[in-house]
T-cell receptor
Framework: TQLLEQSPQFLSIQEGENLTVYCNSS?????LQWYRQEPGEGPVLLVTVVTGGEVKKLKRLTFQFGDARKDSSLHITAAQPGDTGLYLC?????????????FGKGTLLTVNP | DTAVSQTPKYLVTQMGNDKSIKCEQN?????MYWYKQDSKKFLKIMFSYNNKELIINETVPNRFSPKSPDKAHLNLHINSLELGDSAVYFC??????????FGPGTRLTVL
């Protein structure tokens, strides 16, 4: 069974601060995705990283896939209240089942004005 | 236009009842999923169908039975509801494993 450990579980910061969320596993993933979920809604895909060492930027969000494709990080610069939400990482199995994502337990981010 | 829709949004019922949740996607995707999100926000896959064929069946009680009448629809029927079934159930669809589009969720409360 592939497991993804996310940390921290909760994060409460002030507007303007930077933060990093981590997603770690002992398993190799063919790709890793980050989703954001707002209250009362389903998760929405932010980014997919595929290549080991890959870095993707989405405005103030920077996503990195580890060289060994076992871990990933999400860094937010100058966080804003609109960034508040549940951030979920999800790994796609490397080989084997091609249709299954394993989700981390999520990081609940609160950005206070 | 709604991509993945679920009905109902909220479902409150008594223990022992049987209930169904419906899901429809208009994205033309071949693969659909049911996930359960518990009170701690952990999202766990339950079932996946590809072109109406069951391809993932995680360790889920037999009281849960998915049905896919066509590749745009995936319904979830739950028999003999228990307190522990209370959760938010999400339907999702995907063209490949790399991008999943989630519905708005159905909050099930079993009293």
């Amino acid at each position: 069974t592939q497991l993804l450990e996310q940390s921290p579980q909760f994060l409460s910061i002030q507007e303007g601060e930077n933060l990093t969320v981590y997603c770690n596993s002992s398993s190799v993933f063919s790709s890793l995705q980050w989703y954001r979920q707002e209250p009362g809604e389903g998760p929405v895909l932010l980014v997919t990283v595929v290549t080991g060492g890959e870095v993707k930027k989405l405005k103030r969000l920077t996503f990195q896939f580890g060289d060994a494709r076992k871990d990933s990080s999400l860094h937010i610069t100058a966080a804003q209240p609109g960034d508040t939400g549940l951030y979920l990482c999800a790994g796609a199995a490397s080989g084997g089942s091609n249709y299954k994502l394993t989700f981390g337990k999520g990081t609940l981010l609160t950005v206070n004005p | 236009d709604t991509a993945v829709s679920q009905t109902p949004k909220y479902l409150v019922t008594q223990m022992g009842n049987d209930k169904s949740i419906k899901c429809e996607q208009n994205l033309g995707h071949d693969t659909m999923y049911w996930y359960k999100q518990d009170s701690k926000k952990f999202l766990k896959i339950m079932f996946s169908y590809n072109n109406k064929e069951l391809i993932i069946n995680e360790t889920v009680p037999n009281r849960f039975s998915p049905k896919s009448p066509d590749k745009a629809h995936l319904n979830l029927h739950i028999n003999s509801l228990e307190l522990g079934d209370s959760a938010v159930y999400f339907c999702a669809s995907s063209p490949t494993t790399d991008t999943q589009y989630f519905g708005p969720g159905t909050r099930l409360t079993v009293l």
